[in-house]
């Protein structure tokens, strides 16, 4: 069988290839039997992930998929065993394939490998994992790390105590936005990371995270987030302290918290940036298209 190599989507768009395929249907078939498909969350605390699940379940519910797709979610929460029993589950009934949001980029591999083996189609969206028979769809590789980070550190003047709030532990989401804003962090000696935390892409317990660091912390110049960022605003606004400049990446409280006048007088200012919950649908209809045939493998 041919190897998928390219899939085009964005110029930013990653897509791993796949050394190996889950099992092929038929149309024919799959007219006769529903493909048995499985929406594995990992994380699913805010509304990007709510999104990016909802795109799913209402193209599984939408022609010709609403004939042809049998779609059970999954969540399992942040920890990587959980999921690893979730996919173990599905690979047991019979999955034809797993559209996944992974919580951990290596940590699943094992389980993964043993599923392609079984011909079970695993797509992860947005976060990614390292076993070649996956397939991953991801924004992850565009540079918000580094373009987050240039834009706060522009704004500082290259210099001032900054606060991390971080996602996941291990996610390869965080990892690679992490890395990137350090990239560029470690370039300016008057930059110093005096708090680092994680946040789990909330915004509850973003706020709750960064008034700890507060606390520690009130002189804080800056702060750099992932998603959940409209958390450390309330933080900020709770402790009494002046508002400053922050990234973020595309929820609503932030970006108009970024064009209120209001907050702006407060301190407020910052970029805000964030991979679409697209990626999710865009996963979901390359795999019903290997599955049904309809996309040749090259």
């Known amino acids: 069988m041919k190897l998928l190599k390219t899939l085009g989507l964005a110029a930013s768009l990653t897509l791993a290839t796949a050394v190996s395929v889950g099992t092929v249907v038929d149309q024919a078939d799959a007219q006769d039997k529903k493909l048995k498909v499985y929406l594995s969350l990992s994380y699913s605390g805010n509304?990007?992930?709510?999104?990016?699940?909802?795109?799913?379940?209402?193209?599984?519910q939408?022609?010709?998929?609403?004939?042809?797709?049998?779609?059970?979610?999954?969540?399992?929460?942040?920890?990587?065993?959980?999921?690893?029993?979730?996919?173990?589950?599905?690979?047991?009934?019979?999955?034809?394939?797993?559209?996944?949001?992974?919580?951990?980029?290596?940590?699943?591999?094992?389980?993964?490998?043993?599923?392609?083996?079984?011909?079970?189609?695993?797509?992860?969206?947005?976060?990614?994992?390292?076993?070649?028979c996956a397939y991953n769809v991801s924004y992850i590789t565009a540079g918000f790390g580094e373009n987050t980070a240039q834009a706060l550190v522009n704004i500082l003047g290259g210099k001032g105590n900054i606060f991390l709030s971080r996602g996941v532990p291990g996610n390869s989401v965080d990892k690679r936005h992490t890395d990137g804003a350090m990239h560029i962090f470690s370039q300016y000696p008057g930059i110093k990371v005096v708090a680092e935390y994680y946040s789990y892409w909330d915004d509850r317990t973003t706020q709750q995270e960064t008034a700890k660091a507060l606390a520690a912390h009130p002189d804080v110049?800056?702060?750099?987030?992932q998603a959940g960022e409209y958390g450390a605003i309330q933080a900020q606004l709770d402790k009494g302290n002046k508002l400053v400049p922050m990234t973020g990446e595309n929820s609503d409280g932030f970006r108009l918290g970024l064009a209120d006048p209001k907050m702006q007088g407060m301190g407020l200012k910052g970029v805000s940036a964030g991979s679409p919950p697209a990626t999710s649908g865009y996963a979901f209809k390359l795999m019903m298209e290997i599955l049904t045939k309809k996309r040749d493998l090259k």
């Open 62 to 132: 939408t022609p010709p998929y609403d004939k042809t797709v049998e779609l059970k979610e999954v969540i399992s929460g942040t920890d990587p065993q959980a999921q690893i029993s979730a996919y173990e589950s599905m690979i047991q009934d019979g999955a034809d394939g797993i559209i996944s949001f992974p919580i951990s980029s290596t940590a699943l591999n094992r389980t993964i490998h043993r599923g392609c083996q079984k011909g079970v189609l695993f797509f992860m969206y947005d976060a990614t994992v390292t076993e070649p």
């Open 47 to 60: 509304s990007w992930q709510s999104e990016a699940a909802n795109i799913v379940k209402a193209l599984a």
């Open 221 to 225: 110049d800056g702060i750099w987030a």
